[in-house]
C-alpha cells in the first residue's frame, strides 16, 4: 500500500479534468495558479502581526473603503500568478476600480477571464480574525486574441466555470466548484500542499444558526425583521431559538454555515440600499458553491445566478445557506 495516501490540490484537478467542458490542460493550469496564489496569501497573512503590513494602505477602492496593505498585497500576488500563468487575459477584482488587462508573451490566447475578491473581509485583519479570498472563472464571450472587455464580465453567474474560496482560518482551507460537486481542501504546512479533506461536501438541509448582522435590523426589510424574531422564539419542536453567529467575514460565516447548516442575511439597509456585497466578487461565486452543495442563494426576489450585471461593483441583497430555511425566510419576504 503507498505511504502517501492523501490527494493533493494539483493531484485532484487532474483526476477530475475530465469533467470540464473546456480545454483541460489549460483549465487546470489557471486551477492549479489560483492555488499557489492562495498558499502565498496564507503565508503573508499567517505572518500578519510579524511584518509590518497590516493597517491601511493609504489608497481607497473604488467603493471609498480604506484599502488594507494585505488587500493590495493578496491583489497582487494572485494578478501575478495568472500574469504568469497565461491562462488568463482579464481580471476583474474587488480592489480596482476597472478592468485589469493580462499583456503577457504566453497570454496571447487566453481564453478565461477571473473575478476575485482577494482578501475579504478586511476589517477582521487587524484583530486577527478569520479572512477569506473568493474568486470565480469564465471562459470570454469575446474573441481569443482580442482584447476583453466589460461583455465578458456581465456574464450571469450560471454561466461560471468554477469558483471557490480559501479561508485563512484555524486552518487555511480552499473550497472549489467546478459545476460537479464541492470539494475542500486543507493546507498541510508540513509539505505546502492543499489535501482533500473535505470531498462533496454538502451543506444540511435545516440548520440553526442565523448569520446576519443585527446591527441593521432597523432598517431590514419587515419579512427579515418577522424572520429574526422567529429564530429567537422559543419552540421545542423546531428547535429554536436558534444561535445567532456573525463574524463579518463573509467567507467564515458561509463556511461555518455549509458545515452546520445555517442561513446568511444581507438584505438592503438605509446605509446600503442595494445590500453591501458586490455580485461579481462575492454573490456569485458563493452562490454557485452554496448551489453545487445543495443550498439556496436568491435576492428574495431572484436567483442570484440569474442575475445579468450591469456594473463590475454591482451590489445585491443576498440570503443563502440551508434550503429550509432560506424558503422559510422567502415565505415571510413574500408576504
Ligand atoms: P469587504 O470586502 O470590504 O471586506 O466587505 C465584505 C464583508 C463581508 O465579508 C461581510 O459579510 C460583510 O462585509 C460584513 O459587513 P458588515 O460589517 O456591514 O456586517
Ligand atoms: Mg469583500
Same mark, same amino acid.
Given at each position: 500500500?503507498?505511504?502517501?495516501?492523501?490527494?493533493?490540490?494539483?493531484?485532484?484537478?487532474?483526476?477530475r479534468?475530465?469533467?470540464?467542458n473546456v480545454?483541460?490542460?489549460?483549465?487546470?493550469r489557471?486551477?492549479?495558479?489560483?492555488?499557489?496564489?492562495?498558499?502565498?496569501?496564507?503565508r503573508?497573512?499567517?505572518?500578519?502581526?510579524?511584518?509590518d503590513?497590516?493597517?491601511e494602505?493609504?489608497?481607497?477602492?473604488?467603493?471609498g473603503?480604506?484599502?488594507?496593505?494585505?488587500?493590495?498585497?493578496?491583489?497582487?500576488?494572485?494578478?501575478?500568478?495568472?500574469?504568469?500563468?497565461?491562462?488568463?487575459?482579464?481580471v476583474?477584482?474587488?480592489?480596482?476600480?476597472?478592468?485589469?488587462f493580462i499583456?503577457?508573451?504566453?497570454?496571447?490566447?487566453?481564453?478565461?477571464?477571473?473575478?476575485?475578491? *482577494?482578501?475579504?473581509?478586511?476589517?477582521n485583519?487587524?484583530?486577527?480574525?478569520?479572512?477569506?479570498?473568493?474568486?470565480?472563472?469564465?471562459?470570454?464571450?469575446?474573441?481569443?486574441?482580442?482584447?476583453?472587455?466589460?461583455?465578458?464580465?456581465?456574464?450571469?453567474g450560471?454561466?461560471?466555470?468554477?469558483?471557490?474560496?480559501?479561508?485563512?482560518?484555524?486552518?487555511?482551507?480552499l473550497?472549489?466548484?467546478?459545476?460537479?460537486?464541492?470539494?475542500?481542501?486543507?493546507?498541510?504546512?508540513?509539505?505546502?500542499?492543499?489535501?482533500?479533506s473535505h470531498?462533496?461536501?454538502?451543506?444540511?438541509?435545516?440548520?440553526?444558526?442565523?448569520?446576519?448582522?443585527?446591527?441593521?435590523?432597523?432598517?431590514a *426589510?419587515?419579512?427579515v425583521q418577522?424572520?429574526?424574531?422567529w429564530?429567537?422564539?422559543?419552540?421545542k419542536?423546531?428547535?429554536?431559538?436558534?444561535?445567532?453567529?456573525?463574524?463579518g467575514?463573509?467567507?467564515?460565516?458561509?463556511?461555518?454555515?455549509?458545515?452546520?447548516g445555517g442561513?446568511?442575511?444581507? *438584505?438592503?439597509?438605509?446605509?446600503?440600499?442595494?445590500?453591501?456585497?458586490?455580485?461579481l466578487y462575492?454573490?456569485?461565486?458563493?452562490?454557485?458553491?452554496?448551489e453545487?452543495?445543495?443550498?439556496?442563494?436568491?435576492?428574495?426576489?431572484?436567483?442570484?445566478?440569474?442575475?445579468?450585471?450591469n456594473a463590475?461593483?454591482?451590489?445585491?441583497?443576498?440570503?443563502?445557506?440551508?434550503?429550509?430555511m432560506?424558503?422559510?425566510?422567502?415565505e415571510?419576504?413574500?408576504?
Amino acid at each position: 500500500m503507498s505511504k502517501f495516501n492523501v490527494t493533493t490540490l494539483g493531484q485532484f484537478i487532474i483526476e477530475r479534468q475530465h469533467e470540464i467542458n473546456v480545454a483541460k490542460g489549460e483549465f487546470s493550469r489557471l486551477l492549479r495558479d489560483i492555488g499557489i496564489a492562495a498558499k502565498t496569501i496564507s503565508r503573508e497573512v499567517n505572518r500578519a502581526g510579524l511584518a509590518d503590513i497590516i493597517g491601511e494602505a493609504g489608497s481607497s477602492n473604488i467603493q471609498g473603503e480604506d484599502q488594507k496593505k494585505l488587500d493590495v498585497i493578496a491583489n497582487d500576488l494572485v494578478i501575478d500568478c495568472l500574469t504568469r500563468g497565461g491562462e488568463v487575459c482579464a481580471v476583474a477584482s474587488e480592489e480596482d476600480d476597472d478592468i485589469i488587462f493580462i499583456d503577457s508573451p504566453v497570454s496571447k490566447n487566453a481564453k478565461y477571464i477571473v473575478c476575485m475578491d *482577494p482578501l475579504d473581509g478586511s476589517s477582521n485583519i487587524d484583530v486577527n480574525v478569520s479572512i477569506g479570498t473568493i474568486f470565480s472563472i469564465y471562459q470570454r464571450v469575446t474573441s481569443v486574441g482580442t482584447k476583453a472587455n466589460t461583455e465578458d464580465f456581465y456574464q450571469p453567474g450560471n454561466k461560471m466555470l468554477a469558483a471557490g474560496y480559501v479561508i485563512y482560518g484555524t486552518s487555511t482551507m480552499l473550497v472549489y466548484t467546478t459545476g460537479n460537486g464541492v470539494n475542500g481542501f486543507t493546507l498541510d504546512p508540513g509539505i505546502g500542499e492543499f489535501c482533500l479533506s473535505h470531498p462533496d461536501m454538502k451543506i444540511p438541509e435545516m440548520g440553526k444558526i442565523y448569520s446576519y448582522n443585527e446591527g441593521n435590523i432597523l432598517s431590514a *426589510p419587515k419579512g427579515v425583521q418577522e424572520y429574526i424574531t422567529w429564530c429567537q422564539q422559543y419552540d421545542k419542536d423546531t428547535n429554536r431559538p436558534y444561535s445567532a453567529r456573525y463574524i463579518g467575514s463573509m467567507v467564515a460565516d458561509f463556511h461555518r454555515n455549509l458545515l452546520k447548516g445555517g442561513i446568511f442575511i444581507y *438584505p438592503a439597509t438605509d446605509k446600503a440600499p442595494n445590500g453591501k456585497l458586490r455580485l461579481l466578487y462575492e454573490c456569485n461565486p458563493m452562490s454557485f458553491i452554496m448551489e453545487q452543495a445543495g443550498g439556496v442563494s436568491t435576492t428574495g426576489k431572484e436567483r442570484i445566478l440569474d442575475i445579468v450585471p450591469n456594473a463590475l461593483h454591482q451590489r445585491v441583497p443576498i440570503y443563502m445557506g440551508s434550503k429550509g430555511m432560506v424558503n422559510q425566510l422567502l415565505e415571510l419576504l413574500d408576504k
